[in-house]
């Protein structure tokens, strides 16, 4: 079966940095655009960035724009997300997804989701 997976998540202070990934098996990784989002607790899952499938194209949330970079090696099968200076509003459960059709927020596009990294912000 397809399987997406993240990991990289931990504890980390305010203004410090994580770098997660997520590898993909049982799919063509280089067919899919691929997208970070997230969700913490009593909130609503939302949109993080997006990389196009070749990675010429990427996109992120304003909330992260500046801080947060997505990049993905094919080669590997595997997509990444480096985050600086965080903030406790980063908080959250990190989730990898994959679409094939090209990026967007809309998440029911994305037919493959991984089972979610923690990230956890102290101040």
């Known amino acids: 079966q397809v399987q997406v997976m993240e990991s990289g998540g931990g504890l980390v202070q305010a203004g410090g940095s994580l770098r997660l990934s997520c590898t993909a098996s049982g799919l063509t990784f280089d067919d899919y655009h691929m997208a970070w989002f997230r969700q913490a607790p009593g909130k609503e899952r939302e949109g993080v960035s997006c990389i196009s499938w070749s990675g010429g194209s990427t996109y992120y949330a304003d909330s992260v724009k500046g801080r947060f970079t997505i990049s993905r090696d094919n080669a590997k099968k595997t997509l990444y997300l480096q985050m600086n200076s965080l903030k406790p509003e980063d908080a959250a459960m990190y989730y990898c997804?994959?679409?094939?059709?090209?990026?967007?927020?809309?998440?029911?596009?994305?037919?493959?989701w991984g089972q979610g990294t923690q990230v956890t912000v102290s101040s």
């Open positions: 997804a994959a679409s094939q059709l090209v990026c967007s927020w809309y998440q029911p596009q994305y037919k493959y």
